[in-house]
């Protein structure tokens, strides 16, 4: 049985290339494109395969784009199982900008669902029997309920998985309020969960720990980009500063930092230990450009840099 399952309900064909500047009213010649198999959950099952973790990546694909993602999972060799839809999987690009440093990102809203389709994804999930952690990671397609990681909460419950969140918006408050194990939110989500402006450190952890007491979850990890992260639970509350590393591109930290945490907490690690691991994680995806993501040999390496502390 596997021992990590994620769902990718809005998978991409992700597409990086760099310019000098990206002007406007220009054809802009770029550099030759790398492609990656993208969407949140097939990144966390990216870093997670590469760790070592027992993981299959669920996902719903279509068209000759599907067809792409799939040949770039088998060629990443990621346990992976694709859920069939009509319509064409959207592909994702990004633009680095030498001249700056910044990533310009182009993401589509990607195809539609039915009813049968989406539901088709639930059924699948629970065909894999009972996962220790089942992890919904992005944003849903268009037609795809607001409560489908609702849904998705409480079937992982009703089958004793742990259900892990990593969305925003609509989607995530339903699956909030169905009660999840672990949500891995970022400042802006929590203050839009919250409505607070939260700009200190004890407003992050009352935010969080008021998300714990409504029963909504049961380990928050809060990403705070530049100023590191906090893991919060009902007992504690750890606190780490980010790494100082050569930033060649953003992209995939948060995918990463959730990758290296889950690993870690399926690893019977404590949480201040799963902590180190996903910062490391997170830091290490900052030294690869576009969608690369991290490499477990950078993760090893940073582990020992990273401090934390209770708080």
């Known amino acids: 049985m596997t021992d990590i399952l994620t769902l990718t309900m809005n998978p991409a064909v992700d597409v990086f290339t760099s310019i000098e500047q990206v002007i406007p009213g220009h054809k802009l010649r770029c550099a030759s494109a790398q492609t990656h198999p993208g969407g949140g959950g097939i990144n966390v099952a990216r870093v997670l395969h590469r760790l070592g973790a ?16 799939r040949e770039l999972l088998d060629h990443e060799h990621i346990p992976a199982q ?22 310009f990102r182009f993401v589509l809203p990607g195809p539609k669902l039915s009813e049968t389709e989406w539901r088709a ?14 992890i919904a990671s992005g944003s849903l397609p268009p037609d795809v309920p607001d409560d489908f990681y609702a849904q ?72 705070l ?38 690993w870690a907490l399926d690893k019977q690690h404590d949480v201040a230990q799963a902590l180190r691991y996903a910062m490391a994680a997170g830091a290490a995806a900052l ?4 969608t690369s993501l991290c490499q477990a040999k950078d993760i090893q390496r940073l582990l020992q840099d990273v401090q934390v502390q209770l708080i």
């Open 54 to 69: 027992d993981v299959l990546a669920l996902y719903a694909a279509g068209g000759a784009t599907g067809r792409v993602l």
């Open 82 to 103: 694709a859920i069939d839809i009509a319509n064409e999987t959207r592909e994702s690009f990004t633009a680095h900008e030498t001249s700056s440093g910044q990533d």
């Open 121 to 134: 994804c639930l059924t699948e999930l629970a065909r894999h029997g009972t996962p220790r952690f089942v």
């Open 152 to 223: 998705m909460a409480a079937q992982a419950h009703a089958q004793g998985s742990l259900f892990v969140i990593d969305s925003s918006g609509s989607a995530l408050t339903a699956a909030l309020r169905a009660g999840v194990h672990l949500v891995k939110p970022s400042l802006r989500e929590l203050r839009d969960l919250t409505g607070l402006p939260l700009t200190t450190e004890s407003e992050w952890c009352g935010a969080a720990r008021g998300l714990i007491r409504q029963g909504q979850a049961r380990i928050v990890a809060l990403s």
């Open 225 to 262: 980009g530049e100023d590191g992260a906090l893991l919060v639970t009902d007992q504690q509350a750890w606190r780490a500063r980010a790494l100082k590393v050569d930033v060649a591109s953003t992209i995939g930290a948060g995918d990463s930092f959730l990758a290296g945490l889950i």
């Open 287 to 290: 030294l690869t450009p576009g």
